[in-house]
């Protein structure tokens, strides 16, 4: 099971990005999933939470401005990004909690980290 995150990218203050986070391999049901993100320096944090049903939840700093969603025909979710200022720039990443096929229990997996960069 592979998790590709894409969609960064260099944009201006105030200009908007789209993520996405695709999974791939012998999944049987994603789960919860999530975007995290780490800046230089700091430690990573989580951004929003997905859970199968599309109940969402975001940190402080991004609500009214990030909105994620989900394709679970396409074990795919995403993260609209607007309005987005300086202090976004972070290297996002996505996450997932999954059943595999022909496997027992929940396994967690991370995507590779996308970069965005906003300029002031």
């Known amino acids: 099971v592979q998790l590709q995150a894409s969609g960064g990218g260099l944009v201006q203050a105030g200009g908007s990005l789209r993520l996405s986070c695709a999974a791939s391999?012998?999944?049987?049901?994603?789960?919860?999933m999530g975007w995290y993100r780490q800046a230089p320096g700091k430690q990573r944090e989580l951004v929003a939470s997905?859970?199968?049903?599309?109940?969402?939840r975001y940190t402080d700093s991004v609500k009214g401005r990030f909105t994620a969603s989900r394709d679970n025909a396409k074990n795919t979710m995403y993260l609209q990004m607007n309005s987005l200022k300086p202090e976004d720039t972070a290297v996002y990443y996505c996450?997932?909690?999954?059943?595999?096929?022909?496997?027992?229990?929940?396994?967690?997996?991370w995507g590779q980290g996308t970069l965005v960069t906003v300029s002031s």
């Open positions: 996450d997932a909690t999954l059943t595999r096929l022909g496997a027992l229990g929940e396994w967690h997996y």
């Open positions: 391999g012998r999944i049987g049901r994603i789960n919860d």
């Open positions: 997905i859970t199968r049903s599309d109940k969402t």
